[in-house]
């Protein structure tokens, strides 16, 4: 369930002018939407609804300049909450062509309480100021920069969400920064094919297969293998997530 944050993020199409500076067009998504999906866990083979996750966007002013807004919560159920509890609020800007302004996720996993922030500001380049208060009380603020843009979790699916995947050829793999409040890491994306997927909503769709992967000691784990719509939209209709205690899908849960 931890996972289920980040590849619900991770979860569209990253190409390499992506990392430019430059801004993007939005075509994919209209202010107003809201994703809404019903989580579940597999315990010694065994499905248990294991709780749900709201995602909304819509279009505000940040520092007095239009800009959008998307906010992301997820919460498990009751029945799960006496395992493992997870009440998560991730909160992201970005301007109207999709350039990174803020990243906030405040978590309570389990015992755990912490919380990452991202302030990005630009000068010939992109620096970001990370802040990371932990589960232990301790707070700690470094920055970093780059050439190009950086990234978080939020704004890279906004970004994500208005490439075209055209041409592209099963195993293609490509790479992308990712940062949080302890520093920039390097995802990669594979690409798997497509397939047809039904919802939660009882709806199916033509689908993009897609797997999330990290790399530890120069070893290959699939993290989660998500499921997006093949039109412009791109959006994310199943996740199947490999946990180190079990498995979880989510599955979308209202219309879009």
Request: proline content about 2%.
């Amino acid at each position: 369930m931890k996972k289920f944050l980040f590849s619900l993020i991770l979860l569209t199409i990253v190409s390499s002018p992506a990392f430019s500076q430059q801004g993007l067009k939005n075509t994919a998504f209209t202010p107003g939407e809201k994703l809404e999906y019903k989580l579940y866990f597999n315990w010694k083979f065994i499905w248990l609804t294991a709780g749900s996750a709201t995602m909304t966007l819509t279009q505000e002013k940040y520092n007095g300049k239009e800009a959008y807004k998307c906010a992301l919560v997820t919460r498990t159920s009751k029945k799960l909450d006496n395992y493992f509890r997870m009440r998560d609020t991730l909160l992201c800007y970005t301007t109207t062509n999709l350039i990174p302004l803020y990243y906030r996720k405040g978590a309570h996993e389990g015992k755990r309480y912490y919380v990452d922030e991202l302030l990005y500001s630009y000068n010939n380049g992109c620096t970001v100021t990370m802040r990371e208060l932990t589960a232990k009380g301790e707070r700690h603020e470094k920055k970093q920069s780059s050439k190009n843009n950086i990234y978080d979790m939020l704004s890279i699916f906004l970004r994500a969400r208005n490439f075209s995947t055209a041409g592209w050829k099963e195993g293609r793999t490509i790479l992308f920064p990712i940062a949080d409040g302890n520093g920039i890491s390097t995802a990669r994306l594979r690409y798997l094919g497509k397939e047809k997927v039904k919802a939660e909503n009882g709806k199916k769709y033509k689908c993009l297969k897609l797997a999330y992967i990290e790399t530890d000691d120069g070893e290959e784990n699939e993290i989660v293998r998500f499921f997006v719509t093949d039109d412009s939209r791109h959006v994310p209709i199943r996740l199947d997530l490999f946990l180190k205690f079990g498995s979880a899908k989510a599955f979308l849960n209202s219309d879009i």
